[in-house]
């Protein structure tokens, strides 16, 4: 998290610092309303399509960034971000836009007068650009109903997945008619300063990435065919256990790691965390739990012999750090990485000392059995909580049990909420943040 926190920011105060490097009228006080709404309109602009363009970097999934910010689900979390922003500035860019406007119909204020535009015979590059701002403004604003349209859709978690999964990808047309709309208003004279080649790249970029979502090219080169090969049920937890045999290559994985797995075409790509080591054999298992509207169908929707797509694998939730000493949390069905690293671990032990914590709320006697296995097979000590008979799991509890936990890194995958409320409390009692890995398993 503080990696993408760190982005975030210090990318919304490089493209402010560059705006006002660029644009030195801000500092002689505009003197009038109208000279200060060409301004913010600028500025809001250079915000809006920059923050834009970033988001639509990350939605082609590169995973050249993964390292930086954190694996694909932190990245997913930044897309979030910039996408909210987006919409904010936005929003203050078209009320700037349109309420002058509407002041000005209602009386409230006076528009200069405003004197003949000279033709640039000399300059027809910005010729051509003035000769296209009443078409560059129309077009804009109509995207911008679009774009406004299909985030707040985005954020409603009402909206299924199957629909979002379509929706969302007109957002690339949106943006490329966004792209359009900045490059013909964007102040001239930003071109030939330091600006203007930052937001020259970035929209070049976010149109590549626009094109590779509308052609269906986001990945292609990460994703595989497979059939699935097994399923197994276990029905009071809810859960359905699938085996996927690559026909394909597949690259391999590391314990930890997602996939996106197409089950049903219809219904789109959905992420899951894997549950077996890779062993060379492009065998692949996925543990899932009925939690929206189409996992609740999967028992009665899958079966043998049905064609998969996989794309992946994503994600650095994978138990690497440089401490002997290891403490896991798998709440409910965050168990299932620390379910893969087991496994790996049984056939190629990494020497570390770990507890692993498994705090749910069913207690299943087959898939506790399944786990304690495992468990013993990987040198790993194993604490299961049933919170019927034993209570909740907290800080304190947690370091009651393992009394040299300051030397651990601690690797947490179940609800945000108890992994937050977990940290908060470790962090208090001493434990460095960055001991603290939390997989934000949440892609909408």
């Given at each position: 998290?503080?990696?993408?926190?760190?982005?975030?920011?210090?990318?919304?105060?490089?493209?402010?610092?560059?705006?006002?490097?660029?644009?030195?009228?801000?500092?002689?006080?505009?003197?009038?309303?109208?000279?200060?709404?060409?301004?913010?309109?600028?500025?809001?602009?250079?915000?809006?399509?920059?923050?834009?363009?970033?988001?639509?970097?990350?939605?082609?999934?590169?995973?050249?960034?993964?390292?930086?910010?954190?694996?694909?689900?932190?990245?997913?979390?930044?897309?979030?971000?910039?996408?909210?922003?987006?919409?904010?500035?936005?929003?203050?860019?078209?009320?700037?836009?349109?309420?002058?406007?509407?002041?000005?119909?209602?009386?409230?204020?006076?528009?200069?007068?405003?004197?003949?535009?000279?033709?640039?015979?000399?300059?027809?590059?910005?010729?051509?650009?003035?000769s296209q701002r009443g078409l560059a403004e129309g077009i804009g604003e109509w995207a911008f109903y679009a774009a406004v349209l299909l985030m707040v859709l985005a954020l409603v978690k009402r909206f299924p997945y199957r629909h979002f999964f379509k929706t969302h990808r007109l957002l690339a047309v949106a943006y490329l008619a966004l792209v359009w709309h900045s490059v013909v208003l964007l102040k001239f004279d930003y071109w030939s300063g330091v600006l203007g080649p930052v937001m020259g790249v970035l929209m070049a970029a976010g149109t590549v990435a626009a094109l590779m979502v509308l052609f269906r090219r986001v990945a292609v080169g990460r994703q595989v065919v497979g059939e699935v090969a097994g399923i197994r049920r276990h029905e009071s937890l809810n859960v359905i256990e699938v085996d996927i045999q690559c026909k394909g290559r597949w690259a391999g994985h590391e314990?930890?790691?997602?996939?996106?797995?197409?089950?049903?075409?219809?219904?789109?790509?959905?992420?899951?965390?894997?549950?077996?080591?890779?062993?060379?054999?492009?065998?692949?298992?996925?543990?899932?739990?009925?939690?929206?509207?189409?996992?609740?169908?999967?028992?009665?929707?899958?079966?043998?012999?049905?064609?998969?797509?996989?794309?992946?694998?994503?994600?650095?939730?994978?138990?690497?750090?440089?401490?002997?000493?290891?403490?896991?949390?798998?709440?409910?069905?965050?168990?299932?990485?620390?379910?893969?690293?087991?496994?790996?671990?049984?056939?190629?032990?990494?020497?570390?000392?770990?507890?692993?914590?498994?705090?749910?709320?069913?207690?299943?006697?087959?898939?506790?059995?399944?786990?304690?296995?495992?468990?013993?097979?990987?040198?790993?000590?194993?604490?299961?909580?049933?919170?019927?008979?034993?209570?909740?799991?907290?800080?304190?509890?947690?370091?009651?049990?393992?009394?040299?936990?300051?030397?651990?890194?601690?690797?947490?995958?179940?609800?945000?909420?108890?992994?937050?409320?977990?940290?908060?409390?470790?962090?208090?009692?001493?434990?460095?943040?960055?001991?603290?890995?939390?997989?934000?398993?949440?892609?909408?």
């Amino acid at each position: 998290m503080r990696n993408i926190k760190r982005f975030f920011w210090t990318f919304l105060c490089l493209l402010t610092g560059l705006w006002v490097v660029a644009d030195l009228m801000v500092w002689s006080s505009p003197a009038n309303f109208f000279a200060w709404r060409s301004v913010l309109m600028q500025y809001s602009g250079v915000l809006g399509i920059g923050v834009m363009s970033v988001a639509m970097v990350l939605a082609v999934r590169p995973v050249v960034f993964e390292p930086y910010l954190g694996g694909l689900d932190k990245m997913y979390r930044l897309h979030k971000w910039l996408g909210i922003s987006g919409l904010v500035i936005s929003v203050a860019h078209w009320l700037l836009a349109q309420g002058t406007k509407w002041m000005v119909g209602w009386g409230w204020l006076q528009r200069p007068a405003r004197g003949a535009q000279p033709e640039l015979l000399d300059a027809p590059i910005q010729q051509f650009f003035l000769s296209q701002r009443g078409l560059a403004e129309g077009i804009g604003e109509w995207a911008f109903y679009a774009a406004v349209l299909l985030m707040v859709l985005a954020l409603v978690k009402r909206f299924p997945y199957r629909h979002f999964f379509k929706t969302h990808r007109l957002l690339a047309v949106a943006y490329l008619a966004l792209v359009w709309h900045s490059v013909v208003l964007l102040k001239f004279d930003y071109w030939s300063g330091v600006l203007g080649p930052v937001m020259g790249v970035l929209m070049a970029a976010g149109t590549v990435a626009a094109l590779m979502v509308l052609f269906r090219r986001v990945a292609v080169g990460r994703q595989v065919v497979g059939e699935v090969a097994g399923i197994r049920r276990h029905e009071s937890l809810n859960v359905i256990e699938v085996d996927i045999q690559c026909k394909g290559r597949w690259a391999g994985h590391e314990s930890g790691q997602f996939a996106f797995v197409t089950l049903h075409a219809d219904e789109g790509p959905h992420p899951y965390t894997i549950s077996s080591a890779w062993t060379g054999d492009g065998r692949i298992t996925f543990i899932i739990k009925a939690l929206g509207d189409y996992t609740r169908t999967l028992s009665e929707s899958v079966h043998i012999g049905d064609v998969v797509k996989l794309e992946g694998p994503y994600g650095q939730f994978t138990f690497q750090g440089a401490p002997s000493r290891q403490i896991w949390v798998g709440a409910g069905i965050g168990i299932t990485p620390f379910i893969a690293r087991m496994k790996a671990l049984a056939a190629a032990p990494d020497g570390k000392t770990i507890d692993l914590f498994h705090p749910t709320a069913v207690y299943d006697e087959h898939a506790i059995g399944l786990m304690t296995r495992d468990a013993e097979a990987a040198g790993v000590r194993l604490h299961v909580l049933w919170s019927q008979r034993d209570g909740q799991l907290n800080a304190a509890r947690l370091t009651g049990q393992v009394p040299d936990w300051r030397d651990a890194d601690i690797w947490f995958c179940g609800p945000a909420p108890f992994g937050q409320s977990l940290k908060k409390d470790l962090v208090a009692m001493g434990l460095p943040e960055g001991r603290f890995h939390q997989e934000l398993f949440q892609m909408r």
